[in-house]
């Protein structure tokens, strides 16, 4: 301790000692230094808030950049999957009733295996575009000549497609509605058409596709489904299933199988239960119905809901599958 006090007391005759040029030097230094050091580190920030601004703004012309070359690729690939469409896969395409007939095989050979229902997910894109804008694949012609030529053909080859869609049901109706066994057929389609590179015959049409808006919302996104059962499911379920069903996300939708045929379906089912009856359509756009309404904000028991639903999907798809 005494030696601490001898130290202090040294420094405090040097400093009684020391000329007035020296505690001026000395100020003066340290003052100096001190604002060396403040405008250091304000030239530190300033520098450290530049770059990451600056690496943001690089980011986002990189992405920016990346998603422009990635459209313009997309772009010309469509065009050479359009041009091998319809002229070399056209020439040797499925001939009418092949894939109806592949369905009715593959009912017959599984119908009666383990005495369990048989579930067949089958996925067809004979309808898929894009389509034609120089010619008009099956000759058929739905438009009268208003629209530009290259938007006419576009329509008249999607809408001859859904008119080949629809025999193609037909038949596949027709083969299942003699079926001894009940039968149930859910049909339904992923998106709408492409019309046109940048919607280009949608716009000259004069279709809604303002996203903002409710109609442009269910013009851009909406399909149809249809739910159908021959005579022996109608009969097993006691009704007809005939009507017009809820607008529900695709997701959904075997959830609304389950409930028309009285089921409780499997585990995911069983888990999404109540989900689905209450925010029916979710996307990851942040548009939601709820209550019947297509909204952009969810009350705090919709937000509660659509958390429960995004943590079953995320264990269900990366750590594991539910039980039946």
Not at 20 to 44: D, N, W
Not at 50 to 56: H, L, P, R, T
Request: glycine share 8%; proline share 2%; net charge negative.
């Amino acid at each position: 301790m005494s030696f601490f006090r001898r130290l202090a007391a040294q420094w405090v005759e040097r400093y009684r000692k020391m000329s007035i040029q020296m505690v001026l030097s000395l100020s003066f230094t340290a003052v100096a230094a001190a604002g060396i050091l403040l405008i250091g580190g304000s030239l530190i920030w300033r520098f450290s808030s530049s770059s990451e601004k600056m690496v943001a703004e690089n980011s986002q012309r990189v992405l920016a950049q990346a998603s422009l070359n990635l459209d313009s690729y997309l772009r010309r690939m469509m065009r050479i999957a359009d041009t091998v469409y319809y002229r070399v896969i056209k020439n040797t395409d499925l001939s009418q009733g092949s894939y109806t007939e592949a369905l009715g095989l593959l009912y017959e050979e599984n119908r009666d295996k383990g005495g369990k229902p048989y579930f067949s997910f089958n996925v067809t894109y004979q309808g898929h575009g894009p389509y034609s804008t120089e010619e008009v694949w099956r000759g058929e012609h739905f438009t009268d000549g208003r629209d530009s030529t290259e938007t006419a053909n576009i329509v008249d080859n999607y809408l001859g497609s859904v008119m080949d869609t629809g025999r193609q049901l037909q038949v596949l109706f027709d083969r299942f509605r003699e079926e001894e066994r009940p039968v149930v057929l859910v049909v339904f389609g992923d998106h709408k058409p492409w019309l046109g590179y940048g919607n280009s015959a949608y716009q000259e049409l004069g279709v809604n596709l303002d996203l903002a808006s409710e109609e442009g919302f269910y013009n851009y996104y909406a399909t149809r489904y249809l739910l159908w059962g021959n005579d022996a499911a109608k009969a097993a379920l006691g009704r007809d299933l005939t009507g017009e069903g809820p607008d529900v996300s695709s997701c959904f939708l075997m959830n609304l199988v389950f409930d028309q045929l009285g089921w409780t379906g499997d585990a995911w089912a069983q888990a999404t239960a109540d989900i689905w009856r209450e925010i029916p359509v979710l996307t990851d756009l942040g548009r939601y119905v709820r209550n019947g309404v297509l909204t952009a904000e969810l009350d705090p028991e919709g937000q509660e809901i659509l958390q429960r639903y995004l943590s079953l999907q995320y264990y269900y798809s990366t750590h594991f599958q539910y039980g039946s």
